[in-house]
């Protein structure tokens, strides 16, 4: 069965620093997603992607967060200069239409020290 | 600013009873609903979806009622199974929209 795929599973990195946070939709998914979510707290809307531009953004999704669609295959979020309140667990998503069961990826826990 | 929110953040209940967790929506603009569940250290696992056009629909020992009068979603889970532990979460959206705006989560536990 296809599913959503992320690396890395846990990045960790010096506030301040860019990191790029991978993710592989289901190959025939038109829409995607990133989502975050801090320890404990509910899953929060960062922003969605299609036909190669953003669609949607969340207040979260400020000028330090981008994301690309950069081949066929992946879907990148970058984080520009990492906050300690950046750390949290990322998820990214994909559906076949916008308003249609959504897939998730198992998450990359990112820790911002 | 609008918001989805849940009435318990706990709910336990013994194994093979019914249960019932509950949502409470206050963008009335939403039209399109879903149930999430999520299990420990693993991202949310679609489980069932309503349109606002239906009041309710149900899956596999699932059932979503949909009450726009009042605002109020539900998730039914029939004959409770120890794998039926975890958190769920309702989440809204507006069709036409790309935003999905998810709740605090209930955690269920299911007691043997």
């Known amino acids: 069965e296809p599913e959503v795929t992320q690396t890395p599973s846990h990045q960790v990195t010096q506030m301040g620093q860019e990191v790029i946070l991978r993710c592989v939709p289901i190959s025939n998914h038109l829409y995607f997603y990133w989502y975050r979510q801090i320890l404990g707290q509910k899953v929060e809307f960062l922003v969605s992607?299609?036909?190669?531009?953003?669609?949607?953004k969340s207040e979260i999704f400020d000028d330090q967060f981008s994301v690309e669609r950069p081949d066929g295959s992946n879907f990148t979020l970058k984080i520009r200069s990492t906050k300690l309140e950046d750390s949290a667990m990322y998820f990214c998503?994909?559906?076949?239409?916008?308003?249609?069961?959504?897939?998730f990826g198992p998450g990359t826990r990112l820790t911002v020290l | 600013g609008e918001s989805v929110g849940l009435h318990l953040p706990t709910l336990s209940v013994q194994e093979g009873d019914n249960s019932i967790i509950n949502c409470a929506y206050s963008n009335s603009a939403s039209d399109y609903f879903i149930w999430y569940k999520q299990e420990s250290g693993k991202g949310p696992q679609f489980i069932i979806d309503i349109r606002s056009n239906m009041d309710k629909r149900q899956g596999q020992r699932v059932t979503v009622l949909l009450n726009k009068t009042v605002k109020h979603l539900s998730l039914q889970i029939a004959a409770t199974q120890p794998g039926d532990s975890a958190v769920y979460f309702c989440a809204e959206n507006t069709s036409g929209t790309y935003k999905y705006i998810f709740g605090t989560g209930t955690r269920l536990k299911v007691l043997a």
């Open positions: 992607f299609y036909n190669n531009e953003i669609s949607e």
């Open positions: 998503a994909s559906s076949p239409g916008g308003d249609s069961e959504q897939f």
